[in-house]
């Protein structure tokens, strides 16, 4: 046969397996808007290699193959790309005017300077420097266990300033 012919009884055989295609995409996605795409990707796809299948092989495991690989390469991306997700507002987060970001570090920093010097120096080594309770210890020259307490009720005091009640361990950072 020539191979136009053969061509066009491929193309042939392709549609009639249409039904089976459909089945087949059920067992990746449950909605049928996704079924058709997948469906008419994978047509797509086989129509434009139909000079790759070869005579003698199962072409609906061709078919089936190529869905596959479809829906692998649109899983893949989909991990990877988020469709809509950057246009849409419901997504937007509501930001706090800068003001009251001010406001607020306004009166923390109050309530900071109001602390006992003592207390303010472990709160500000450890928890504003970053250095550990040890290093905060050592730098004080008294116990681990004074540094922690001291910290801990600068905390406290800190967050009874600002109206806060602490439970949630954020220091008023909501």
Request: charged share 25%.
């Amino acid at each position: 046969m020539p191979e136009h012919v053969v061509h066009e009884h491929l193309q042939v055989e392709v549609l009639t397996l249409v039904p089976a295609l459909r089945s087949f995409a059920r067992r990746f996605y449950p909605n049928a808007s996704d079924i058709d795409d997948l469906v008419q990707e994978t047509l797509l796809r086989a129509f434009a290699n139909l000079d790759k299948f070869r005579p003698g092989t199962s072409l609906k495991s061709w078919m089936f193959t190529i869905m596959r690989n479809t829906f692998c390469t649109r899983y893949g991306q989909g991990k990877r790309e988020f469709v809509g997700i950057e246009d849409c507002a419901s997504l937007n987060r509501a930001i706090d005017a800068p003001q009251e970001w001010s406001i607020r570090a306004q009166e923390f920093h109050r309530a900071l300077v109001s602390l006992p010097a003592h207390y303010r120096d472990a709160f500000e080594t450890v928890l504003m420097r970053g250095e550990s309770y040890e290093e905060a210890a050592s730098r004080c020259d008294c116990p681990i266990g004074t540094i922690k307490s001291r910290v801990n009720r600068a905390r406290s005091a800190i967050l009874k300033s600002l109206g806060e009640d602490g439970v949630d361990g954020t220091m008023g950072i909501h």
